[in-house]
């Protein structure tokens, strides 16, 4: 009787040999692609576009913890502005592909580890969002198809929830968040040195801001998120890569010249080392950072009296010209105006982009058409309604997840979603690139609560999570 025993190293896929899966799929290919040319060039394009994203899904599927964490650097460049420079006209474009490949890259993670009902989902707002504003009637302006698109990028931060992840996705995403802010500098670096874009921004008061590959304000929210998930490793572990790690950022925040993500940063950090108790983290290693604050803080004074090179100690000085230089009392009007006009409904998700008239005045001399205040652009796009949806789907799953959490963990998550929603009074939290890489990294905290409950109920390790699923 023959044997129906393979060579060792290979495998059998439905009674076929595996030499003979790839030769067979490379033989459909190539069937295809014969086709394809027969049909026409068009055709023929889009099968190799296919088999490129063939091609791509096999290695995400093989190497999804390496692939997203190359995509949370990727979006933490902001590829929109570096690349939409080399590609002017092109920026709507780049984000939706960004954003697109961050569904299709939590589409694999599911596949590869699982689907998780995730009920209380912010993603869910936004798309009851659509159907209460779509009811009401969108905005003249905004087509249904258009809604559409910006429900998935809204809801694309989120996407990764949907998965069960595992322990050493969780802790690569993770340690990749406290790292973005500094590759980003450190690209723009290099994007800076042949001239393709400047790494420093200039300011109206002639003062700089650090821009890194990207912009000041996106690199200071960067940098407030690496603070945040260093800070939760600090209270874990102790260890002082965590507490310079918390410094640089802090650097490269208050170089950026942004107000609104400092104060946040300082807020939650602050509240942490004064109150909140950790085994790890004791009282006699916050001696340092805290002396080291203390001397910092009179040396800004004097250079925010004598310099004016950086554009936080403009602010710092000048308090009157701090307040009126952001041009928020500019734009505010027309998104009230708007929101005004149909208060408990809105316009439709996507309907704040129709607000501002990318070609007039005021849009040009400051440089954006976005509402700077995340709750006027959710009330022109859903009204009080989805303003409401928006906070509960927020809070009940901030909620739902931080209660696995370890004590320091649940406590820090929570004060930096009370930071985020201080920080959406002055800026877009939630549909700016930055959004995608917080909430990433939200989901890693929360699915890595997930497995250590787990482990408690099972009686096994605290050094279980450092295991690979």
Not at 69 to 76: F, N, R
Not at 303 to 326: C, F, P, Q, Y
Not at 331 to 354: H, T
Request: hydrophobic residues 50%.
């Amino acid at each position: 009787m023959r044997s129906t025993l393979l060579p060792r190293g290979s495998r059998s896929y439905d009674g076929l040999r595996a030499p003979g899966l790839p030769l067979s799929i490379g033989a459909a290919f190539f069937a295809i692609y014969i086709l394809a040319a027969y049909m026409g060039q068009t055709m023929m394009i889009g099968v190799m576009g296919l088999s490129l994203l063939a091609c791509v899904a096999v290695v995400c599927l093989r190497l999804p913890v390496a692939c997203c964490a190359i995509w949370l650097l990727v979006v933490g460049s902001t590829p929109e502005m570096w690349l939409g420079d080399l590609m002017p006209g092109q920026a709507s474009l780049i984000t939706a592909l960004v954003k697109a490949s961050g569904f299709g890259l939590a589409a694999i993670c599911i596949l590869r580890y699982g689907l998780l009902v995730d009920l209380l989902n912010p993603g869910w707002a936004f798309v009851l969002m659509f159907f209460t504003a779509y009811s009401h009637g969108l905005h003249p302006n905004l087509t249904v198809s258009d809604s559409i698109r910006t429900v998935i990028g809204s809801s694309a931060p989120y996407a990764f929830s949907f998965s069960r992840l595992s322990r050493r996705w969780c802790a690569v995403i993770i340690e990749t968040t406290m790292w973005v802010p500094t590759l980003a500098v450190g690209f723009g670096a290099l994007l800076a040195a042949p001239g393709i874009r400047p790494m420093l921004a200039p300011d109206e008061s002639g003062s700089i801001r650090l821009a890194g590959s990207t912009h000041p304000a996106f690199l200071a929210g960067l940098s407030m998120m690496a603070i945040y998930a260093a800070l939760v490793e600090l209270y874990r572990t102790g260890r002082t890569r965590y507490t310079l790690l918390v410094g640089l950022n802090f650097l490269i925040l208050v170089i950026t010249g942004s107000r609104s993500p400092l104060f946040c940063a300082i807020m939650v950090t602050g509240i942490s080392f004064v109150a909140l108790k950790s085994e790890s983290f004791t009282l006699r290693k916050r001696v340092v950072p805290l002396l080291v604050c203390l001397f910092a803080l009179p040396a800004l004074m004097v250079l925010a009296v004598t310099s004016k090179s950086l554009r936080i100690l403009t602010v710092l000085s000048d308090d009157d010209h701090g307040v009126s230089m952001s041009g928020r009392d500019v734009i505010w009007p027309y998104f009230e105006a708007a929101w005004n006009r149909s208060p408990m409904l809105g316009w439709g998700v996507g309907a704040s982009k129709q607000v501002m008239d990318p070609d007039s005045l005021a849009a040009k001399l400051l440089g954006t058409t976005a509402a700077h205040n995340e709750f006027l652009r959710l009330g022109v796009d859903g009204g009080y309604v989805g303003i409401g949806l928006v906070i509960v789907f927020m809070t009940l799953w901030t909620w739902r997840w931080t209660r696995l959490l370890a004590s320091t963990d649940k406590v820090i998550t929570r004060l930096v979603m009370i930071g985020v929603s201080i920080e959406c009074i002055t800026d877009n939290m939630l549909i700016a690139a930055p959004a995608s890489v917080l909430f990433v990294w939200m989901t890693a905290v929360f699915a890595r609560g997930r497995f250590e409950t787990e482990d408690a109920a099972h009686g096994m390790l605290p050094d279980a999570e450092l295991a690979p699923a």
